[in-house]
T-cell receptor, first 113, second 117 residues
Framework: AQSVTQPDIHITVSEGASLELRCNYS??????LFWYVQSPGQGLQLLLK??????LVQGIKGFEAEFKRSQSSFNLRKPSVHWSDAAEYFC???????????FGTGTRLTIIP | GAVVSQHPSWVICKSGTSVKIECRSL??????MFWYRQFPKQSLMLMAT?????????EQGVEKDKFLINHASLTLSTLTVTSAHPEDSSFYIC?????????????FGPGTRLTVL
């Protein structure tokens, strides 16, 4: 069965600092991997996705993620966070982007001035 | 493009009543839509997969008679919570698969907050 682990429940970073959110997955085949962001009371917005090819994926809002098969990881990074990045971030895995997704428990990001 | 809407955005109802939530793909056709449930400060849990013109596929542990799903057209799926109880209070989110884009991505609606008194 597929699963996703986001080890960090809550992360606090200073505005302008770099960010890395961890995601580890368990999947029997080549996974489709996603990062979504959710603001309070809102739906999910796709930040980026990995299907195949280059293991470093660029997304919206200056985010990037790197797929490391050997570590079963798909960590999200941003070199300099902005106060507007404060939100909940979810990593998800699936057999395809059009199939049912399994989500991690999420990481809440707080930005301090 | 690829916009998914949900209606209502929030609803409060009395225990024992039924509530219908709509999920619409506004600018694309969606043969498949997904319904998720999210409890406060928790992750999304898939409830069911809704296929246009056929019965929905429910995840294990989800009561199909309580959460009725209808996907009557390529742009609309509805979730009806029947005889709602306080424990059904949650944030319900739908997503839709865009066939026209090769179907490799789901687009999520903004969610519906259900509170059962």
């Amino acid at each position: 069965a597929q699963s996703v682990t986001q080890p960090d429940i809550h992360i606090t970073v200073s505005e302008g600092a770099s960010l890395e959110l961890r995601c580890n997955y368990s999947y029997g085949a080549t996974p489709y991997l996603f990062w979504y962001v959710q603001s309070p009371g809102q739906g999910l917005q796709l930040l980026l996705k990995y299907f195949s090819g280059d293991t470093l994926v660029q997304g919206i809002k200056g985010f990037e993620a790197e797929f490391k098969r050997s570590q079963s990881s798909f960590n999200l990074r941003k070199p300099s966070v902005h106060w507007s990045d404060a939100a909940e971030y979810f990593c998800a895995v699936g057999p395809g982007g059009n199939e049912k997704l399994t989500f991690g428990t999420g990481t809440r990001l707080t930005i301090i001035p | 493009g690829a916009v998914v809407s949900q209606h209502p955005s929030w609803v409060i109802c009395k225990s024992g009543t039924s509530v219908k939530i709509e999920c619409r793909s506004l600018d694309f056709q969606a043969t498949t839509m997904f319904w998720y449930r999210q409890f406060p400060k928790q992750s999304l849990m898939l409830m069911a997969t809704s296929n246009e013109g056929s019965k929905a596929t429910y995840e294990q542990g989800v009561e199909k008679d309580k959460f009725l799903i209808n996907h009557a057209s390529l742009t609309l799926s509805t979730l009806t919570v029947t005889s709602a109880h306080p424990e059904d209070s949650s944030f319900y989110i739908c997503s839709a698969r865009d066939q026209g884009r090769g179907g490799n991505e789901q687009f999520f609606g903004p969610g519906t907050r259900l509170t059962v008194l």
